[in-house]
């Protein structure tokens, strides 16, 4: 039946314990570890005495119960579970036949138990001599070099603890008084403080090389901002512990801090450029053969130490600021004369369109004198260096306009003025039919002031050659005049302007009112 086969089984495990048991006894201690093994084993097996004799009753009582219930049994099974009370019984009385046997052996491995036991001490008081003077914990050990000492000092106790433990397990073995390690204690309690310290600064570190690895042109400086509060407040936490280590870091924080307002105005600046990067590095003296200003990182930034440099960093900061602004100006100034037009309008007389004017308003013209004394001014700032030649190029240009449209303007009231002669009337208009015709041309001229005065270099010598021309058809029309007064003298007891009237009209009845100069009577 299942209940059968169940003690079989459960008795047949029993036997090959008790018989194991029996062939390990029988082995010869000859070093210190074989000797605590084999105590070991002689202490579980008094141990186990209560439980082997409790499974064995256990089995007594099922083949007891099985016979009752008229179950059949082999007799060799009976037999086997009544042997094994037997079995142990004698294992017990030879396991202390043999622990007697070992006294002198325990006597003399608790005596290198004791010797151990002193080197152990030993080696301790030593580390605990370096660890307090020279260890991580002292004032003259850096925060990096500390974190490797403190790596190194971990594994030196571990191996004390383990140690340690062996030897509190032979002397419990041996019966001997158990050894306390006070400096083993507070090395470790130490280290668990230390320990706190150098957590926080391995997170400042994890924090540096995550974050250092940021392009500057993708930086988040609230990211920053948000870590200069947890710094803080992890600090806060830390207070109490190991001043030496607590005051180096928060010398490291303070220096992140002090970094962050001019990390800041750096980024703040968007008119920072490479150039402004290559001169802060010159004044500051930092050598650095991967520092590329085209693909910043925040670690090449960090290295720069700026908290050092807080003037240098401000001044750079305020050039390239005023550069900025100044850059502005002369791009306001641009977008402003490449968009601004004359102003075109048709010039009519007796309500007939004799050509087309170009004017140039008020608010221009105080718009050129002011780009004027802001180029000028701007060219005697010491922030105007790296601007020198686009300010010169513009002032060239606002002059180069100035004059051309002084010129222009000239030459269009002295167009107005002979316009009526030289388009109104054809009798005059044949005699001088190419001053006629180049006023005629220009009227339909590109209305873009930028575009005519700077881009078109030709424009001021076409005007001044027009102005030539315009003097020379006066002086056509003065001596029209004279060949019109010989040919009626009496023309000299008038004017010019009275004669180009009479002249200029179609009118017969135009000498009318100018009959009583003519005449006396």
């Not at 009753?57 to 083949?63: A, F, H, N, R, V």
């Not at 700032?381 to 190029?393: C, D, E, N, P, V």
């Not at 005059?428 to 005065?453: G, H, T, W």
């Amino acid at each position: 039946s299942f209940a059968i086969r169940i003690v079989e089984k459960r008795s047949n495990e029993i036997h090959r314990e008790i018989e194991g048991f029996n062939q390990r006894i029988n082995m010869d201690c000859k070093t210190l570890e074989e000797l605590k093994s084999y105590l070991n084993m002689l202490t579980q097996i008094r141990d186990l005495t209560m439980e082997y004799e409790f499974k064995i009753k256990d089995l007594e009582e099922m083949i007891r119960i099985i016979r009752k219930s008229g179950g059949g049994i082999a007799p060799e099974v009976q037999q086997k579970v009544g042997q094994l009370l037997l079995d142990w019984v004698s294992l017990l009385e030879h396991s202390s036949v043999i622990e007697l046997s070992l006294k002198t052996k325990k006597e003399l491995f608790a005596e290198q138990t004791k010797e151990q036991v002193k080197e152990l001490k030993e080696e301790i008081d030593r580390t605990f001599s370096d660890y307090f003077e020279k260890g991580p914990g002292s004032k003259e050990v850096e925060l990096d070099i500390g974190l490797i000492k403190m790596r190194r000092f971990r594994e030196i106790m571990d191996g004390f603890v383990a140690r340690k433990s062996e030897l509190v397990l032979s002397e419990k073995l041996f019966n001997l008084e158990i050894s306390s390690f006070t400096k083993l204690v507070e090395l470790e309690e130490d280290w668990k403080r230390l320990s706190e310290l150098y957590t926080f600064y391995q997170e400042l570190q994890d924090f540096f090389d995550k974050s250092s690895k940021t392009l500057w042109s993708k930086l988040d400086y609230s990211l920053l901002e948000n870590a200069k509060k947890k710094f803080g407040q992890s600090l806060k936490k830390l207070a109490g512990l190991n001043p030496n280590v607590l005051g180096k870091l928060k010398v490291t924080v303070e220096e992140f801090n002090k970094t962050l307002p001019l990390i800041d105005k750096i980024k703040s600046a968007s008119s920072f450029k490479e150039c402004h990067w290559e001169k802060l590095m010159q004044e500051i003296g930092y050598v650095s053969s991967d520092f590329n200003p085209k693909s910043i990182l925040l670690k090449n930034v960090l290295d720069l130490k700026l908290q050092n440099f807080t003037d240098i960093v401000e001044e750079i900061c305020n050039t390239a600021q005023q550069e900025g602004d100044n850059e502005e100006v002369i791009k306001s100034i641009e977008s402003f004369w490449k968009s601004t037009n004359f102003e075109i309008v048709e010039h009519k007389k007796m309500g007939e369109k004799k050509g087309t004017l170009l004017k140039v308003g008020e608010e221009v013209n105080l718009t050129l004198n002011d780009h004027l004394i802001n180029l000028q001014n701007m060219e005697g700032s010491k922030y105007a260096m790296s601007l020198r030649g686009q300010i010169k190029l513009w002032i060239s240009a606002l002059n180069q306009i100035q004059e051309t449209v002084d010129c222009w303007i000239s030459v269009q009231r002295k167009w107005m003025y002979l316009e009526s002669i030289f388009i109104g009337n054809e009798d005059m208009r044949q005699q001088l039919p190419k001053e006629a015709k180049n006023f005629d041309d220009q009227a339909a001229k590109n209305s873009n002031i930028y575009v005519n005065c700077v881009q078109i270099e030709s424009t001021i010598a076409q005007l001044r050659n027009l102005m030539v021309d315009f003097d020379k058809s006066q002086k056509s029309l003065t001596d029209y005049l004279c060949s019109k007064k010989i040919c009626f003298p009496r023309f000299y007891f008038i004017s010019d302007d009275d004669l180009l009237s009479i002249l200029g009209s179609s009118e017969i009845t135009a000498v009318n009112p100018h009959l009583m100069k003519l005449f006396d009577n």
